[in-house]
């Protein structure tokens, strides 16, 4: 059997406004790729169905990064929590990836 790397999955999910802050701080951080989809659902902050375009829509970011990386971008993101719709969360993953 290959030997897995480990690594800890830091999920993201809020607001598209943003995106481009999320990215910022990933690439302070030097990670070194990350994956974005579209959101829609529905929790505390009511429904998020990206019905109009660039209003009331969600993303998801996914990045796998070292557990010292995920406790810096957990950290950086209490900020956003304060003003937008965000949750996050951490696992620890073993797989093939660098």
């Given at each position: ?47 998020r ?50």
């Amino acid at each position: 059997m290959a030997t897995l790397t480990k690594g800890t999955l830091v999920t993201i999910i809020g607001e598209a406004v943003l995106q481009e802050r999320l990215i910022h701080l990933f690439t302070q951080l030097k990670v070194s790729g990350y994956t974005l989809i579209p959101a829609k659902g529905a929790g505390s902050h009511g429904k998020r169905m990206g019905d109009i375009a660039g209003y009331n829509t969600n993303i998801e970011i996914k990045t796998i990064v070292s557990a010292t990386i995920a406790d810096q971008i957990m950290e950086a993101l209490k900020p956003f929590q304060a003003t937008h719709a965000l949750i996050a969360f951490r696992q620890e993953v073993e797989g093939s990836f660098d």
